[in-house]
């Protein structure tokens, strides 16, 4: 895809978007840059727009101008003759990949006035690679920039982590992001609402599935939408099934995941197991804030099936789920048997304290 300007992007907080826009303003963009932030928050299209505003001779705090020399070298696969772009293969980026990245840096611009290297998914540098990088973090080409992306930073070593500028993006509140798709797509609002809440509020995720719906073409994306709703109604049951379904709620839970394994190419059966827990963990900690007076729920639409859960299990059990969750997120990420680890943890939710 082509960079789209900084000032159009659906960026959160505020504060990030105007620091941003006064970064920009800077005769140079720094060395190096590493933005964090959930999947789907637009990481990888924030890296872009920074880097085509930056290459832009013309560039406001709004962006690059989209009409100079530079800008129209830019292909509709987001490619440019001064960009490179790192990126897992498929699980690592290996030391190959950076010395080539490296020697190509030994190359003045072609045409713009700096060259920069996106490092999508930073995290999955191997040691070897972080290391061949970290040499030229440590003395870059004057003109050379880096922006590197993560889920967060302590993911990344401390030796490349204290090189970088850090941005922080944040998911948008589901009723601003829900009024956008609105407005966007021409969804009901009813529509859009449900899609800013099922992405909780990462842009990118809402996005992703609003065009396959305008567009039909998106099964696969649709898919992934089906398989999270059904993984929502699977959480609904947590406040009524006995303890003996918890082999079966399990079963459904890792089926469930590997729908979301299938419907994102660069999706891991473990990242989606990870990603399914995380919307477990959402729902407990809405159970958690059901019951609270001007509650904010990430699942509006379903609180009923949260004041069940809550009127089910005393708020201390319901903590105690919460650490055994992220546990399991942990074990998960860490190779431990995944079969093992869900059905244990089902069988912790549905019993009694
Ligand atoms: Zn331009």
Redo the contacts with the bound molecule.
């Keep these: 895809m082509r960079p789209i300007p900084l000032t159009e992007l659906w960026l959160a907080p505020e504060a990030t978007v105007e620091g941003l826009q006064r970064l920009l303003h800077r005769p140079a963009p720094p060395h190096a840059l590493l933005i964090v932030g959930v999947e789907g928050v637009g990481k990888r299209t924030l890296a872009r727009s920074l880097a ?1 505003a930056w ?5 406001t705090s709004a962006g ?9 070298l830019w292909s509709d696969e987001g490619q440019h003759p001064d960009l490179r772009t790192l990126q897992p293969d498929p699980d690592q980026i290996k030391i190959d990949a950076v010395r080539e990245t490296r020697s190509w840096l030994g190359f003045a611009p072609t045409v713009a006035p700096c060259r920069f290297v996106i490092l999508e998914e930073a995290h999955k540098l191997n040691p070897a690679a972080a290391n061949a990088l970290l040499k030229t973090l440590e003395e870059p080409p004057p003109y050379a920039s880096f922006l590197l992306t993560a889920p967060a930073t302590d993911w990344l070593l401390p030796t490349i982590r204290s090189r970088c500028r850090i941005v922080r993006l944040a998911t948008l509140p589901v009723d601003g992001l829900a009024s956008r798709l609105q407005a966007r797509f021409g969804l009901e609002p009813e529509q859009a609402h449900r899609l800013a809440e099922l992405a909780e509020g990462a842009p990118g995720h809402a996005l992703r599935w609003a065009q396959g719906m305008a567009t039909n073409v998106g099964r696969e994306v649709n898919g992934e939408l089906q398989a999270l709703e059904a993984l929502l109604a699977l959480f609904a049951q947590l406040g009524h099934a006995p303890l003996e379904d918890a082999l079966r709620l399990a079963e459904q839970f890792r089926e469930l995941c590997k729908r979301l394994e299938a419907s994102a190419p660069d999706r891991s059966a473990r990242g989606a197991l990870a990603m399914g827990l995380d919307y477990l963990l959402r729902w407990y900690r809405d159970s958690l804030a059901v019951e609270l007076k001007g509650d904010s729920l990430r699942f509006q639409a379903y609180r009923e099936p949260l004041l069940q859960l809550a009127r089910r299990f005393p708020p201390a059990k319901r903590l105690q789920d919460l650490s055994q969750l992220i546990e399991a997120r942990r074990a998960i990420l860490r190779n431990a048997n995944l079969q093992l680890i869900t059905e244990t943890l089902f069988i912790q939710l549905l019993s009694e304290p």
């Design positions: 085509a290459m832009c001779p013309n560039h690059h101008c989209n009409a100079c020399a530079v800008c129209l």
